[in-house]
């Protein structure tokens, strides 16, 4: 059995233990793969999610979706669950995992994301330990000063506008690309499997956009258009569930410049064209706290974009 509801937001062994549950009940569909561990030792695990039933010599299409880089956005690893558990235990989706294998990394910053429960709740970067020349930990100097960004440290204009050197900042991009055993474990598993990623998303909050790259720059990616077109339909697509408007573009035209980031990553160096950063509800009111009564109302949205672009993707192939 497991605890799982989607009332609350848990914690993070019981988020494992659903997944372990997942991986018992159904093993013809999920498979739990281990890519790497926290730098406080906690494992990550990929959910590869397929039917398997494929036609001969055709390789399927794979989406990616991952959840959690930031502790403090509790809705998104809770959203990640709710469409993990859509595609696996709602029957109605058999053919979209028997064309298209899915792999969901529902918390990537499993160690901010409990120290957001026991501690700080509104704790964003990793739990790092920054040491200094002294031998003494620069938590001892100040607090705050633990931790990576980990939508900073990845190989993609690393350290450059809108990310930080110093460790006591929110937004410190860590002591070089790739730093952090997250994003590294997570990099090299994206990259074994670039040839059949097709998408990239990734899951934050707050404030309702759907961003698409660069942002980096204000410069237009030459495929902005394309990139645009699907999000555009998953957009509209959402709006018709509950009404939700969720702002579409650039991360620099909607919010602020941003280098070392994950989306920008996997379309600039993994090459994967369909690259978005979700930021899910809401616009303010409760921020970051949103409550967990809307964890359902947002997945089921959510989940209404990603298969309008998963159905995109089925066409272009
Ligand atoms: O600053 C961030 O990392 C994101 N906002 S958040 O409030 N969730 O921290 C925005 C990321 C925008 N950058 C890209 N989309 N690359
Ligand atoms: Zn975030």
Request: hydrophobic share 35%.
């Amino acid at each position: 059995g497991h605890v799982m509801t989607w009332t609350r937001y848990h914690r993070y062994q019981d988020i494992l233990d659903y997944l372990m549950y997942l991986s018992e009940n159904y093993p013809h569909l999920v498979e739990l793969l281990p890519i790497g561990k926290t730098v406080e030792g906690r494992p990550l695990k990929v959910v590869k999610i397929s039917s398997g039933q494929t036609r001969e010599n055709v390789v399927k299409p794979a989406i990616w979706i991952d959840a959690g880089i930031h502790a403090r956005e509790w809705i998104s690893p809770a959203v990640a669950l709710f469409i993990l558990r859509q595609l696996v235990e709602n029957k109605s989706y058999r053919t979209l995992i028997s064309e298209i294998d899915w792999y969901i990394l529902p918390m990537i910053n499993a160690d901010g994301y409990e120290y957001s429960h026991t501690v700080d709740r509104l704790w964003r970067k990793s739990r790092r330990t920054a040491a200094t020349k002294s031998g003494r930990t620069l938590w001892d100097v100040s607090y705050g000063c633990e931790g990576v960004d980990l939508n900073r440290n990845w190989d993609w204009h690393w350290a450059g506008v809108g990310a930080s050197q110093d460790p006591c900042s929110d937004t410190f991009a860590g002591s070089h690309a790739f730093s952090e055993p997250e994003t590294r474990a997570v990099s090299d598993f994206i990259l074994d499997h670039r040839d059949r990623i097709q998408v990239y998303l990734t899951l934050h909050s707050y404030s309702q956009m759907w961003l698409v790259p660069w942002s980096h720059t204000k410069k237009l990616a030459d495929d902005y258009d394309d990139m645009m077109y699907l999000a555009r339909q998953a957009t509209e697509a959402i709006q018709k569930v509950h009404g939700s408007h969720y702002q579409l573009g650039t991360t620099p035209s909607l919010l602020y410049t941003t280098s070392g980031c994950s989306d920008d990553w996997a379309k600039g160096k993994a090459g994967i064209k369909y690259s978005y950063t979700i930021e899910l509800p809401d616009k303010g009111m409760y921020g970051f706290l949103l409550p967990a009564e809307k964890i359902v109302t947002t997945g089921k949205e959510i989940f209404t974009g990603i298969k309008s672009i998963a159905k995109s993707i089925l066409k272009i192939n």
